[in-house]
């Protein structure tokens, strides 16, 4: 695989941060494109059903905020559309004990279909063991109809997988997986349709060291 390298900012490098990504899933694109090729979606947890992310098109789109800088895979010349960026693999740059988190929503923001990431596999030795955190708040703002405003409070639980950098390098050998619900118009609520996974990179640069002479 090809990096696609822009410059890093600025940034102090003596303390370490939480590097947030955001995975936007087309939930009703990836259970169609699972069907069309005659597969099923993994009722299990431990062994969810891989899935594509090499084009817009596969329903994966992932964006980061990243001080050091990031950026999106190009796709090799043994996958398809070779030499496209692909926006279901980022490129993080991070270093030793700084802390990638992944969170996930639908493209309707979970209000019909949703998606939660729930686990990262592998990425050692660079990534340290995965741990689901849940951040709940007694009055969470929403907005209200038909202005948004006054906006309202109320319960809410937000998720992240988050996953410690340990050593530097490059994360070849690790899977992000992602539980995916839709609407059940019976019940008026969310129902699982099944697990699914992905293969994003994840850089860990030295970053004592001058990044443009890596």
């Known amino acids: 695989m090809t990096d696609v390298v822009t410059p890093l900012p600025i940034f102090n490098h003596n303390h370490n941060i939480t590097i947030e990504v955001m995975t936007i899933l087309d939930v009703g694109l990836i259970i169609s494109k699972i069907k069309n090729k ?3 979606l993994s009722p299990h947890p431990e062994s969810p059903t891989p899935i594509g992310h090499y084009t817009k098109y596969d329903g994966i789109n992932m964006v980061a905020h990243d001080p050091y800088g990031w950026n999106y895979l190009r796709n090799q010349a043994n996958e398809p559309h070779p ?8 490129v993080l740059n ?3 004990g700084d802390t990638v988190s992944f969170r996930s929503i639908s493209i ?7 998606a939660f990431i729930y686990n990262i596999v592998g ?11 849940i951040t709940t708040l007694e ?6 109809a038909k ?3 006054p906006f309202a409070h109320g319960h809410a639980s937000f998720s992240s ?26 019940t008026d609520g969310q129902t699982l349709a099944g697990y699914v996974s992905w293969d994003p990179v994840v850089f860990a640069r030295e970053l004592h060291k001058n990044p443009e002479n890596q």
Request: net charge neutral.
């Open 38 to 40: 005659k597969l099923s």
């Open 83 to 90: 030499g496209r960026t692909d926006p279901g693999s980022i």
């Open 94 to 96: 991070a270093k030793v």
């Open 108 to 114: 309707d923001g979970n209000s019909h279909y949703a």
């Open 123 to 133: 990425g050692d030795p660079i990534l340290g063991e995965a741990q689901v955190k």
């Open 139 to 144: 009055n969470a703002a929403y907005p209200t």
């Open 147 to 149: 202005n948004g405003y």
């Open 161 to 186: 997988c988050d996953a410690k950098v340990v050593n530097p390098g490059r994360t070849w050998n690790f899977d992000i997986y992602a539980a995916l619900f839709h609407y059940d118009k019976s």
